[in-house]
């Protein structure tokens, strides 16, 4: 399999923030704009793998500045480093006052999908190659968040152990 670059897997969408998506504070739903963001994701990970992917892990998800209704939220993502069957891929979401002008980045992810075969089983990635002063910086500092990943979903499966199926846990 040949590498690509990670231009290659560039996504861009753009939405208004319009009534319905957004709370009593007439902002944007954080979970719509996860929803946006998976979306997002998931598009660039299938364009660089060209294979069905699925939702492996969202990091942290930091919501900067509030999107309002009325503003335009322009959601961008690529693929920044690829590991056997995994893919990272960073998130950037931006809000717009279409009437000012103003742009905020409102918030900022890596989420990590792997792709599967039609049994659902991880298959092999094509490995990414950074260009830019950006990307190169995003891959070399990949491995140290794939490190992390790890060590939390560790600690996850611990926790739905200890916790289990049950409520009350006592």
Known sequence: MESKPCSKSLTVKTSHVLPPDTNTHGTLFGGKLMAHIDDVAAIAAARHARETVVTAS???VDFL?????????????FVTWTHNTSMEIFV??????????????CTTAFLTFVAVNAKGKPIPVVSVYPETELEKNLHENAPIRA??????????????KTFGTEFPWQ
Do not use: Y
């Open 58 to 60: 969202t990091d942290s």
């Open 147 to 160: 490190k992390h990943r790890i060590e939390r979903r560790t600690n996850s499966k611990l926790l739905a």
């Open 92 to 105: 950037k979401a931006v809000t717009e006052n279409l009437l000012t002008g103003d742009r905020k980045v």
């Open 65 to 77: 500045a509030p999107v309002k209704e009325g503003d335009s939220i322009c959601v961008e993502a």
